[in-house]
């Protein structure tokens, strides 16, 4: 594989609400972005991607788009897009955007009219079938667990959504929504983005509406919509117009197999640079995060992808709690080994914002702190079960998106330095310890090792490029692997585990490792080799 830019780069992904608010407002927004600009570059990082700012009527947080080409004036205008892009390009940092067209919001005019009557010119711009208010064309659940279809009254028909009733989704079928969609794409890289991070792109060809669904477990009830056959030719046109920019395209593409996701993201053939896995989101049964599984999961990843392909590596985003609060102790110590385990991977890293300063999940006291719609279902529904108002929020809010959307902690300050109204999300409380200031203050900090961890992606071809091999330890909580490019060989040995392990170790050649400073204490390599909790060790050996 030849060598591309972005094998050596980090993603930082931006929720803008939650970044840094201009304005008063308590909400984050776009020149809160600009101003912040400064901060990213001497993180070390090259990509910033920032999740939707377009029109929107906010059910899903932007991402139900009324207006593909206006900016929601909560984030500002788009003019201060493009000061941004024109700010961050200066700056040698390239910016991604969310392209969301599996779906648009009910407010979209091309639904509005859809709506209007069976021969409306935009009604083939969605999906729907004869129903009636009790008969729903099929049994499929969207991703809320509810039915997929909602009834029309004005038509008599109902309209298909994976998502929530206010984000319908569109009919990939159509060539002139295609057609759209591609204008709207082309637009967006003219105006100056670098590329787009494709939201829920594995879902957009859908199975005859008579399909079966087999199995109510796993991805059961979501196969109709899950990298269905067929999805190849879209695919195939949007990677044209990617190609011709040479932008970069991050898919968000579960149900894309390891197997599968090689052809995905070929170098030269693929659909998309890399994509994102969602299979490592692994809980255990009493909903805590399962170290061990996560691991395994990676590991095959990481080998399936291992010939041909590209993995982005993350372990946090704007959908899913705090990484060290849902697998492991919310200590400094643990987000560090977490940072260690996956950004020497191969793959190209993401970090979520906050995640390189340690921001943990937040505790939420009150129904009305929860702001993620889904979860608010979930709320009730306990309720209904008869759960008392405690422990239906302590249950719904437990893995809920909300944790990783709470206000960025800049610094000790009233309101964390985030803004000087009333935020739109709690606070969590521990933001005058854990914040952007005093971690900046302070050497060895997580801050500075993931700024170091940046820099060594940047520096050293072995990491950016090598292969890598997974290291049997006999302990399957600890993350051993090797990464080697040529005569140079990278070791990396890392317990995820809130207790010490000890490693065997007894198949690894020990010669010619030297240590690599990453603000940890040294430690000799031996046959059985002890590791405290959360303890990390990378070595490097040279042989020329
Ligand atoms: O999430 C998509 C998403 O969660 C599913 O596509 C996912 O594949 C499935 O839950 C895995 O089982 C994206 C955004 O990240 C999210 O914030 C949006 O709410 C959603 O799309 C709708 O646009
Ligand atoms: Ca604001």
Redesign the pocket.
């Known amino acids: 594989m030849a060598d591309k830019w972005w094998q050596e780069a980090t993603i930082y992904q931006i929720y803008p609400r939650s970044f840094k608010d201009s304005n008063g407002d308590g909400k984050g927004d776009l020149p809160g972005i600009l101003e912040k600009l400064p901060y990213l570059k001497e993180l070390g990082i090259d990509v910033i991607w920032i999740n939707p700012v377009y029109a929107s009527p906010m059910v899903?947080n932007g991402?139900d788009i009324s207006d593909y080409y206006a900016i929601n004036p909560e984030f500002g205008t788009l003019d201060d897009l493009r000061e941004l892009l024109k700010q961050a390009h200066a700056l040698g940092l390239k910016v991604i955007m969310d392209l969301?067209v599996?779906?648009t919001s009910d407010q979209h005019p091309w639904f509005k009219e859809a709506r209007k009557s069976k021969d409306n010119p935009y009604r083939d711009y969605y999906l729907w079938q004869a129903a009636s208010p009790d008969k729903m064309p099929n049994n499929w659940k969207s991703?809320q667990g509810t039915s997929a279809w909602t009834y029309d009254e004005k038509t008599q028909e109902a309209y298909f959504h994976i998502?929530d009733a206010k984000?319908p989704d569109l009919n990939w079928k159509n060539p002139r929504l295609r057609q759209e969609i591609y204008q709207m794409i082309a637009y967006w890289l003219d105006f100056g983005l670098d590329g787009f991070r494709l939201?829920?792109i594995?879902?957009l060809q859908k199975e005859p509406w008579d399909f079966q669904i087999k199995s109510w477990e796993g991805d059961g009830p979501?196969a109709p919509f899950m990298n269905v056959k067929g999805i190849e030719s879209y695919m195939t046109e949007i990677k044209a117009i990617f190609d011709h920019y040479g932008a970069l395209s991050v898919g968000?593409a579960?149900?894309v197999t390891s197997q599968e996701a090689p052809a995905w993201t070929d170098a030269e053939t693929g659909f998309m640079t890399m994509i994102i896995e969602?299979e490592h989101n692994r809980r255990t049964p009493d909903n805590q995060g399962d170290v061990a599984g996560l691991i395994a999961v990676l590991k095959r990843w990481q080998e399936d992808l291992s010939q041909r392909g590209w993995n982005a590596l993350y372990l946090e985003?704007?959908?899913i709690p705090r990484i060290i609060s849902a697998f492991g102790d919310a200590s400094q110590a643990c987000a560090k080994a977490f940072a260690v385990a996956y950004f020497l991977l191969r793959g190209t890293p993401l970090i979520f914002q906050g995640q390189e300063i340690g921001m943990t999940n937040g505790l939420f006291t009150s129904a009305d702190q929860i702001d993620s719609r889904s979860v608010k279902l979930t709320y009730q529904d306990l309720l209904a079960q008869g759960l008392s108002e405690k422990e239906a929020l302590a249950q719904a809010t437990q893995w809920s998106?909300d944790h990783a959307r709470l206000p960025m902690q800049w610094d000790a300050s009233p309101q964390a330095g985030f803004t000087t109204g009333q935020p739109w999300m709690v606070l969590n409380s521990n933001y005058q310890t854990r914040n952007v200031q005093s971690q900046m203050a302070q050497e060895g900090s997580l801050f500075y090792l993931y700024k170091r961890l940046i820099a060594l992606r940047h520096q050293e071809a072995v990491i950016s490029r090598g292969s890598f091999s997974a290291l049997e330890t006999g302990q399957d909580r600890v993350f051993a692997y090797q990464r080697e490019l040529d005569d140079k060989a990278y070791l990396i040995l890392v317990n995820l585990a809130p207790q010490k392990l000890t490693l065997d170790l007894s198949n690894l050649d020990l010669a010619e490792w030297q240590e690599l400073d990453l603000f940890n204490q040294p430690l000799i390599l031996q046959d059985q080799l002890d590791l405290d909790a959360y303890d990390y060790h990378v070595y490097v050996r040279s042989r020329k």
């Open positions: 899903d991402y969301v599996n779906h991703f998502f984000q939201d829920a594995s879902h979501w968000e579960s149900g969602w985003n704007h959908d998106r």
